[in-house]
């Protein structure tokens, strides 16, 4: 006798899942990809992020990208958002 367990475990989309779902284009066309500022993408606290911001400004998934960000419980900034574990501390 063959017994299978069945399992229920959510399995949440990866960022270059998702961002193809986008309506407002696909995730080739992120803004951000292949930038070379790592460290933009995670500031300190005290630390601006105005050049993610106005590299995520240009970004045509941009509302995709704060939505996933925010669902998913991911940090740093996202859609021209910081967020701390998907919660959103500097819009
Ligand atoms: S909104 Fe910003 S972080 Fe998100 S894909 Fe676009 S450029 Fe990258």
Redesign the pocket.
């Known amino acids: 006798m063959t017994v299978r367990a069945e399992t229920t475990a959510v399995v949440e989309p990866t ?1 270059a899942e998702l ?1 193809p779902l986008s309506d407002s284009g696909d ?1 080739h066309r ?4 292949g ?1 070379p500022h790592h460290e933009a ?1 995670f500031p300190y606290p005290s630390q601006d992020f105005d050049y ?1 911001r106005g ?2 400004g ?5 509302a995709a ?2 939505e996933f ?1 925010a669902r998913t419980g991911q940090s740093g ?4 958002h910081e967020f701390d574990r998907g919660r959103l501390i500097r819009p």
């Not at 240009?58 to 941009?62: A, E, N, Y």
């Not at 900034?77 to 021209?80: A, Q, S």
């Open positions: 960022l961002l995730w992120a803004a951000c990809r930038d993408w993610a590299v995520c240009d970004c045509p998934i941009r990208c704060g960000a900034v996202w859609g021209g």
